[in-house]
Nanobody
Framework: QVQLVESGGGLVQPGGSLRLACAAS????????IGWFRQAAGKEREGVLC????????AYRNSVKGRFTISRDNSKNTVYLQMERLKPEDTAVYYC????????????????WGQGTQVTVSS
């Protein structure tokens, strides 16, 4: 069974850091693009970063450039989202999802969404 499970969320003060993990089971990540998405309360889900099967990175939000990085460790079948200098507006439930090979700006093209992990940035 193909499954993605997010972890690493929590409460952090503004300016703090978190590392989220997206662990895959039931398949190998080697041929998959993995995207990180987020959904704040009352807002639509939006793309954050995506990493393709070959390691190419797509950034969907100018607001996270220079603060968030995405990486993959195929040996651990896991993709990470490193978040630095967090801001209150980064507060959201963060999800990962997959598609074959390449990233896409269209959320509907991703599948096997995880259950999400809550990130709250507050003092």
């Amino acid at each position: 069974q193909v499954q993605l499970v997010e972890s690493g969320g929590g409460l952090v003060q503004p300016g703090g850091s978190l590392r989220l993990a997206c662990a895959a089971s039931g398949f190998t990540l080697d041929y998959s693009a993995i995207g990180w998405f987020r959904q704040a309360a009352g807002k639509e889900r939006e793309g954050v970063l995506c990493i393709s099967a070959s390691g190419g990175i797509s950034a969907y939000r100018n607001s996270v450039k220079g603060r968030f990085t995405i990486s993959r460790d195929n040996s651990k079948n896991t993709v990470y989202l490193q978040m630095e200098r967090l801001k209150p507006e980064d507060t959201a439930v963060y999800y990962c999802a997959m598609r074959d090979d390449y990233c896409s700006e269209y959320l509907d093209l991703f599948h096997s969404w995880g259950q999400g992990t809550q990130v709250t940035v507050s003092s």
